[in-house]
Structure formats: structure tokens, C-alpha cells
């Protein structure tokens, strides 16, 4: 697989037919001046990304008649899954191909023809390579050679999440817990009361892990550590000093109604973050998420009724 990181310099013909507009500096509440921007669009512009996408429309069909004529194999996870080529998300773009020389000539030929059509030139020191657990070193340094990306990535995170699992499922998600204990660390130094207490956990404390909850199940160890984390902080205690808990954090956990405060239950807020997943793959069967989870794990069923199989990912 690998990773490219783009630097954004737009394309002339498409910055002629972009009209820039002019900007004006308040003053002490007043308007000054009628400032004209002349070197193009900036990144953060709103434009920008729409700008961005027509260029990569470019890449995704350079990448697509390479596949059509067998220049470039995707990969698949399983015999009769779908070939993954290519995955574009915002200025991030990875690329899926056999490890060989002729896949990954075929690429850089691709890569350095979009970079003289489009003008976006391709940042090394941002991109990164990563190979499967079974190629060969001569196999690597050729395919690093050709790309002409030395960087080896992998076991780092990527929008927050893990890139790579290992058995050490705790320890990948290890972070989270070093999260939350870093932010009611600093909450303790401050004199609040039950009620802000009650909206910090609620409206803080659990939006902190609910990203890496909405895509991966977590380990009931972490799930513990972070309910004590919770109730620490609910009951005043910190590492130097621990208090007495009164009423045990499972019947906090329930609702108003029933005499709890309404927190949740981390370990069953996860499976119902997972069930929207899964309410995606119901509703969504042209999906490419829902195509390769079907052929891997459930091809002649659905979610449903779907089990672990052999040797399932974490994932």
C-alpha cells in the first residue's frame, strides 16, 4: 500500500475560470480597503477542495485503464471480493498494488503523468510505503526504488485510528485511556460542582473515545480502565487521594428514571455505536465497505446471521 501526501498547486486553466474575491479589513468597526488576492486560492479556502477533487478525478481514471488493461492488480480479502486500487479521503490518497516491478512502474508512470498535467507535484517526505508481511527484501527495495518512496509506514494512526493490528489489542488502544486520563487529570484541579461534573463526562469526557468506538470494537480491559477513570473523577478522587465510591458506577450508569444519572455504559454505548455500522451495511448493499465485508465474512448470508469464521481481523 502506499500513501501520498500532495502538495496543493492548482492548475492553470482551472484558476482562469475562478473569479477571487476581494477582501476588506475592519478597523475599529469600519471597513478599509479593497484587497484583491493575486497569487490564486489559499488552503481553508471553501473552494478549495471542490478544485481539488476535479484534479483527482484525473488520478482515479489514469489508475482504472491501468487496471482494465492488467497494468495493476488491486488487492482483495478474499477470492471473489472486489479489487481495491485506489482510496481518496480529503488530500490523502492510498494506493493498492501487487508488489512487483511492473505494478509499480505502471504507478509511477501514472503518478508522474498526473503531476505534469495537473501541476500538483508529489511530496515524499510526506508519503510512505507498506508491505505485506510475506514480501521479500530484494521485492521491497525494488518496488521502493521504482515509486522512488523510501519512507516504511504502518503501525502509527491515521485520523486517530490504528493503521495495523496486532494480538496486543490493549495496547493498540492504550492511547484513549492515556486521553482521558490526561484530561480529568486537569479537571481535577478545579472546584466544580456535581452538575458540571455531570456535563463535562457527558458532553467531553465521552465524545473522546466514541471515534475509535464508532469503527472498532475495544477491549473489555479498556472499557474498564476508562469507567474508573470516569468514576474517579465523579467521586472527587485523584492519584494522590482516593475517595470513597457510595454508589457502584453500573447504577450511575442507568437512566434518570430508574435513580441512575444517565452516563454510559462504555462497553454497551460500543455495541450500539457498531450497530450503526451495521445499519449502513443493511441499508447500503452498493457500498463498497459492505461488498468486501460481504465476501469476506458473509457471502451467501447477511450481517445478520453472519459468524466469526476463520481467523477473522479485529476489525
Not at 479593497?34 to 478549495?48: E, F, V
Not at 477542495?49 to 478474499?78: N, V, W
Not at 490526561?182 to 467531553?204: D, F, G, M, P
Amino acid at each position: 500500500m502506499v500513501k501520498l501526501g500532495f502538495d496543493q498547486i492548482w492548475i492553470t486553466w482551472i484558476m482562469a475560470m475562478v473569479r477571487s474575491v476581494s477582501y476588506s479589513v475592519l478597523i475599529n468597526g469600519s471597513p478599509y480597503g479593497d484587497i484583491t488576492p493575486k497569487r490564486g486560492l489559499r488552503q481553508g479556502d471553501p473552494i478549495s477542495p471542490y478544485l481539488f477533487l476535479f484534479c483527482a478525478e484525473m488520478l482515479t481514471q489514469k489508475i482504472h485503464q491501468a487496471e482494465s488493461r492488467g497494468d495493476i492488480t488491486g488487492l482483495s480479502i478474499s477470492n471473489h471480493g472486489p479489487r481495491v486500487t485506489h482510496l481518496l479521503f480529503a488530500d490523502d490518497s492510498f494506493f493498492f498494488c501487487q508488489a512487483n516491478s511492473r505494478n509499480s512502474r505502471v504507478l509511477a508512470r501514472i503518478l508522474h503523468q498526473y503531476g505534469q498535467l495537473s501541476r500538483q507535484c508529489v511530496n515524499l517526505n510526506k508519503s510512505s510505503i507498506t508491505f505485506g508481511s510475506k514480501v521479500e527484501e530484494s521485492k521491497k527495495d525494488a518496488v521502493k526504488r521504482h515509486i522512488n518512496i523510501t519512507r516504511v509506514g504502518g503501525c502509527g494512526k491515521y485520523l486517530g485510528l490504528p493503521e495495523e493490528f496486532s494480538r496486543r489489542k490493549c495496547q493498540m488502544f492504550e492511547y484513549i485511556v492515556t486521553r482521558v486520563k490526561e484530561r480529568t487529570r486537569n479537571w481535577h484541579t478545579k472546584y466544580l460542582s456535581e452538575a458540571v461534573k455531570e456535563v463535562l463526562l457527558k458532553s467531553v469526557a465521552f465524545a473522546m473515545p466514541s471515534h475509535a468506538m464508532g469503527c472498532f470494537k475495544l477491549p473489555l480491559t479498556i472499557c474498564q480502565e476508562i469507567d474508573s477513570l470516569f468514576s474517579q473523577f465523579w467521586w472527587g478522587s485523584d492519584e494522590s487521594k482516593r475517595r470513597i465510591s457510595w454508589v457502584s458506577w453500573k447504577r450511575l450508569n442507568l437512566p434518570k428514571s430508574e435513580g441512575g444519572l444517565g452516563f454510559h455504559d462504555i462497553e454497551k454505548f460500543n455495541d450500539a455505536l457498531l450497530a450503526k455500522q451495521v445499519w449502513k451495511i443493511l441499508n447500503s448493499p452498493e457500498c463498497l465497505l459492505t461488498k468486501i465485508l460481504k465476501s469476506r465474512y458473509f457471502p451467501a448470508t447477511d450481517i445478520r446471521t453472519a459468524t466469526l469464521g476463520k481467523k477473522p481481523s479485529h476489525g
